[in-house]
């Protein structure tokens, strides 16, 4: 079992707002990463790390920031949330060689309505 | 542009039967396909991968199949189970440019299950 943790799990927020997703693991991975994914539909890389103080932006654009401050945790923030904002959070770890990269540990996700 | 795509975006079987589930990929510039299974409220979770020089592998209850020459990827699940319904997503990690070393997620194929 993954030790992969997103808080929250769900989160409706009106326009405006500024939201910060958290994303920890107890695995020791140095890296992380965060997809948006919207429902049954492919996961899309909007941030990734290879580790402290590294951050990286994905093919995706996204107007979310990241911070990785320390191994284990790695939020995303959104200064002011937009209803385009909703969707699913998804965030990944795994060991930092590349060929680690194709099994990721992914955490439950976060689903969030901007209304 | 890279892409993996999936032919079909539902299956149904019954308990017991062998479930086919395909995947096209663009991008011949890749180490490993890989698949990942996703349930209901959670993250994907990695079956298994293959890499781009070989054409099959076993694990348990379930073969991958790589064909290259068609670009062609496919998911075989033996004796299907009720807790094989899932969302099934076929993924591969690029090998070099801009996208060295990243998961690139095709669209999911919804498997159900009937018991």
């Known amino acids: 079992e993954a030790d992969i943790y997103q808080t929250p799990r769900y989160l409706v927020i009106g326009t405006g707002k500024k939201i910060t997703l958290e994303c920890s693991q107890t695995m020791g991975h140095d890296k992380m990463y965060w997809y948006q994914q919207d429902p049954g539909m492919e996961l899309h890389l909007i941030h990734y790390?290879?580790?402290?103080?590294?951050?990286e932006k994905g093919d995706l654009s996204s107007e979310s920031t990241v911070s990785r401050i320390r191994t284990e945790h790695f939020p995303l923030t959104l200064e002011s949330a937009r209803p385009s904002h909703t969707s699913q959070y998804l965030c990944a770890s795994s060991e930092l060689h590349r060929g680690s990269s194709r099994e990721q540990y992914f955490g439950p996700g976060t689903r969030l309505t901007v209304t | 542009g890279e892409s993996v795509g999936l032919h079909l975006p539902t299956l149904s079987v019954q308990e017991g039967d062998n479930s086919i589930i395909n995947c096209a990929y663009s991008?011949?510039?890749?180490?490993?396909f890989i698949w990942y299974k996703q349930e209901s409220g959670k993250g994907p979770q990695f079956i298994i991968d293959i890499r781009s020089n070989m054409d099959k592998r076993q694990g348990q209850r379930v073969t991958v199949l790589l064909n290259k020459t068609v670009k062609h990827l496919s998911l075989q699940i033996a004796a299907t189970q009720p807790g094989d319904s899932a969302v099934y997503f076929c993924a591969e990690l690029s090998a070099g440019g801009t996208s060295y070393g990243k998961l690139t997620f095709g669209q999911g194929t919804i498997l159900t299950v009937h018991p």
């Open positions: 991008n011949s510039a890749s180490d490993y």
């Open positions: 790390s290879y580790g402290v103080n590294s951050t």
